[in-house]
Structure formats: C-alpha cells, structure tokens
C-alpha cells in the first residue's frame, strides 16, 4: 500500500494561535476541517440540540393532535436496518406518550423488500388506521401513497434518502427541506425532532437517535456532531439497559467506535437474517424496561449476530473466488448467496480490491443485488442509463440496491464494464494517508485533548499518524504473536503495539497507526495502535 503523507502547509500555527489548541490537535484540524466554521463546530462543547420548526413538522404536530381528538389509529411504518428500527421506536414512544393509539410494521426483508408497500396499506386499512407515518423510507414509496390514496388512508413521510420524485403524501419532513443545522439527519435523526417537538427532549430518543446517526454513517457536522455528543454522554451513563445487554464485552467508555462494531451489526443482523426472527421484536426490545426480558432477548440477537458473520465470512470466500480480479467493476452473483448479508460481502470486496462491487443473490423475479462504490464514482449517476436492465434500484452516492431479471444479468454485467471503459475514472493503487508527528508532540494532555475532537466519522474521519523520533527502549512479541515496542520521547513512555503477525520488524524509524490512551487500573499511558511502520 502506497503512503501518501498529508501537508498542512503550517496552518496548524494559525489554528494554534486563534483557537488555543495544542500543535497535535491543531495538526488534526488543519488537515480534517475545510474551514473555521467546521473548527469551531469540532471544538463546541455545548450540548444543547435545536429543535425544528419547520412549517412541515408544524403540519405533522397539528394532524397527530387531531388524531388524538378523534382516537384515529395511526401506524408507523418503519425499516428494517438500524436507523429504520431506531426511528421506530422513537416514533412509538413519543405516540405513546402524547396519548395516540399507535401501531407499528417492520417489512420482511426477504418477503416484502424496503419501504412502505401496497400490501401493508392494504392491511393498515383492513385494521383500521386512517393515519401512516413513515420513519427512514417513504419517499420512493409511489405505488403504495397511489393506493393508500384511493382508500382514504392519509400518509405522513419523514424520510431522508434521495427525492427522485415528489411522493404524493400528506406531508414530507426531510432534511433537505428542514435546512440547517438538521441537513445531515438520518431517519431517526428526522424522527427525533417530531418527537422532541411532541414530548420533548429525552434521553432515550436521543440515544437511539445518536446510535443511528453512526450506523447510518451520516456526516458528522451541525446537529449530528451535537447529536452524537449528548448520545454518547448518555450512553455513558449505563442506564440504557436494552443496548447494554447487546454487548458481551462491556466497555469501559461508550464511543463512536464502539457503537459502530459492538452495537450497529446487532441491530442489523436481526433485519438481514429476518427468517430467523420477527424484526418487529427489535423495536419492542428497545423499549423494553424489564431486565429479565432485556436479558433473555438480548441473549438471542446475540446469537442471530453470530450467524450473520458466519454466514458473511462464508460467503465473502466464495465471492473472492468467484470474482475476476481484472474486472473496473465486480459483479458477483450466486445461487446460494444470502440477500440479506449480500451489501456486507459487497462493502468487504470493495474495502479490498478498491473497485465499485455488485453482489446478488437470488429473489423471486431473478437476483437481488447490493452495491458498494469507491470514492469519484457516483452510483446514483452511474446507473441513470442503465436502468432499462433493471427492475428496481435505489439508494444513495455510494451505496445502492437493485434488482434484475435472470436474464438481463449477465446483459447488465457486460453493460457495466462496457461503461467503466469509457469513463475517465482513475482507480488508483490503494493509498493511506497519514500525518506526520513527532514524538515530543504526543503526551497525555494532548492526547487528552485529542479524544474531545471525537466524535470522528464520515466527513470527520479519524487520523492515522505516522509518528518519528521515538527512541526504542524494548521489542517483543506478545504471547509470542504481536508486535509491541516499549518506547519513550525523552519523557513520556509510550506503548507501540500492533495486532498485525506478519509485522516484524525490532528497529523502524516511525509508527503507522492510532494514537489513543491505553488505561489500565486507574493508569493511563500514550500508546499507538500500530497498522504498519516505516
């Protein structure tokens, strides 16, 4: 992997200067934060949330208001991914609690597929709910607004992902509509702010609202950096029980990081394997007050995670050995791939061969697929002429799912390369970008102040650092496996350690890696997370 080293052009001594940040943070801002505005945001430490008031949202409180006059039934229709199941929740606890008599539906993900269905307001009918909301889907959700048109049912979409079309609904609250500081809000992120407008600010909500904006992988300015901030505050606090049960391994601080990869794939799993659950459970399970119950349920999400990684570590083999290396674009498909765990093989073959990737696995009309992009390529444009070769498509810049006849298939693969050879697309050799620090810059106060730049995500992305001068003082391997140099600047001893077993090398002259503060009863010291060295 090429190193590519980032330059800061001295701007770390104006950010020194103006915002009184030690050079090492000031090195960090300088090379993640395009202006002052975006500093300032990183370095704001108020956690007060803005509530919206858009006339949208103004609409929305008045008819749920006259819900609750007439005792109408209303119905959340939700997703089946972590920030659909979050914003669910939050939906139905802010209906409950404002007093309106509420239902709510996660879509089979095999069966039914994403977003609001005809099936499911012919149902809600049925039932009688005269009222739908929408939380994270709705917005390309047309067949279903059509009839729930013709039957008299009136329909609410809070949604955030892409309006290719006006939806022909009561209302729309989306952030592209609700402007600053709510631009960057996810599903649940748009859910909040109804529910905070009707019961208020509660940490629960916020919690799960925060747990979303990072599965979501939402950018992380205005109200979401706010938003992850306080939720993680709370999270802090260990009175979540429901997400405390999810982790087998309790951590000593809730951070973005450990939400991403302890928490985020739980939620998920339950949605991707839904043959193996009733996903409507996750949202009951996250309101869910009894420890017993918490416990009990807790113990078979577990579980249900389990079988998803065994499955997409089965599957992501298979892929590997299917694909063709010299393809600009992989498309991968085969009649045992799981559809559910399809867009996490696609995600791994991108992450390693740094090519747009196409997994499918097979559906009732031909192959659902799952794509992942890389970075300059825009999957949303690149697929506008394509799209006589498929069925359904939809998602964002980066990642999308399709759906495609048996027989255009192989049609849509040759179509597919046939385009990215006419592109001006570079697909360079994977790079890592690192900024250079020196050893006298790393010590606790600084790393101190590192940690309170968090939370670091998309758009904000955390720093991998290459530090020099370090002075080795000891070089073994740990049980004999990995890497770990016991170093010092001259003051400060630090710990180089490395979970990388082909690293060996007793004297480098600098540390690829992560600098964070390894605490061990009651101490802490600086240590790099070492990825590769120099």
């Known amino acids: 992997m090429k ?15 103006n915002f009184g940040v030690s050079e090492l943070c000031a090195k960090v801002l300088a090379c993640r934060c395009q202006d002052d505005e975006q500093i300032r945001q990183v370095l704001n430490q108020d956690l007060t949330l803005h509530p919206c008031q858009s006339p949208e949202l103004t609409q929305i409180l008045k008819r749920l208001d006259t819900a609750r006059q007439r005792h109408e039934k209303v119905l959340i229709a939700g997703d089946y991914d972590a920030d659909g199941l979050c914003a669910t929740a939050i939906m139905k606890e802010a209906l409950d609690r404002a007093g309106i008599v509420s239902g709510f539906y996660i879509p089979h993900r095999l069966n039914e597929g994403y977003g609001l269905s005809a099936q499911t307001v012919q149902l809600a009918r049925d039932k009688g709910y005269s009222l739908i909301l929408t939380v994270d889907n709705g917005v390309a959700a047309h067949p279903a607004l059509t009839l729930a048109k013709q039957l008299g049912v009136e329909v609410i979409v809070t949604d955030h992902h892409v309006i290719q079309q006006e939806p022909e609904c009561l209302t729309l609250l989306h952030p592209t509509r609700m402007g600053k500081p709510w631009q960057y809000c996810c599903g649940a992120g748009v859910a909040l702010q109804l ?101 009990s349920a807790a113990a078979q999400i577990r579980q249900i995670n389990q079988k998803r990684r065994q499955m997409s570590d ?5 892929a590997m050995e299917q694909m063709h290396p010299e393809d600009a674009f992989h498309v991968i498909a085969d009649k045992e791939f799981h559809e559910g765990i399809i867009g996490l093989v696609a995600g791994r ?10 997994v499918l696995a097979p559906s009732a ?15 949303q444009v690149f697929f506008e002429d394509l799209r006589g070769y498929l069925i359904q498509f939809g998602g964002h810049a980066q990642a999308a799912g399709i759906e495609v006849a048996a027989d255009q298939l192989e049609p849509l693969r040759q179509a597919i390369l046939a385009k990215m050879e006419t592109l001006d697309l570079a697909l360079p050799e994977p790079t890592l970008q690192v900024l250079p620090v020196s050893a006298q810059e790393i010590n606790l106060t600084a790393l101190h102040e590192l940690d309170q730049l968090a939370p670091f995500g998309q758009q904000f992305e955390p720093v991998t650092f290459e530090v020099s001068g370090l002075t080795i003082l000891q070089y073994a391997k740990m049980k004999e496996i990995y890497p770990k140099w016991q170093t010092t600047n001259g003051v400060d001893l630090i710990d180089a350690i490395s979970f990388n077993r082909e690293l060996d090398n007793p004297h480098p ?26």
Request: net charge positive; hydrophobic share 40%; proline share 4%.
């Open 349 to 358: 073959i991108m992450n390693e061969t740094h090519r747009p990737t196409l």
């Open 195 to 295: 529910s905070m407008a009707m019961t208020g600010p509660r940490k629960r909500p916020i919690m799960l609202a925060a747990i979303a904006t990072i599965a979501d992988m939402m950018p992380l300015w205005e109200e979401n950096r706010i938003l992850v901030r306080l939720g993680l505050k709370y999270l802090n606090e260990r009175q979540f029980t429901a997400i405390e049960a999810l982790n087998e391994k309790k951590c000593e601080l809730w951070t973005e990081k450990e939400v991403a990869y302890q928490i985020v794939p739980k939620l998920n799993a339950a949605g991707r394997l839904a043959e193996l659950c009733n996903i409507n459970n996750i949202v009951r399970y996250l309101l869910l007050e009894d420890p017993a119950q918490i416990e």
């Open 3 to 17: 190193i590519e080293r980032i330059e800061t052009h001295g701007e770390e001594q104006r950010i020194r200067q």
């Open 509 to 534: 002259a600098s540390w690829i890696g992560q600098l964070q503060i390894n605490r061990f009863r009651g101490r802490e010291k600086c240590s790099i997370l070492v990825e590769t060295v120099e």
């Open 365 to 379: 009309q031909g192959y659902k697929g799952s794509v992942r992009s890389v970075p300059g390529l825009d999957i």
């Open 314 to 318: 089965k599957m992501t083999k298979t």
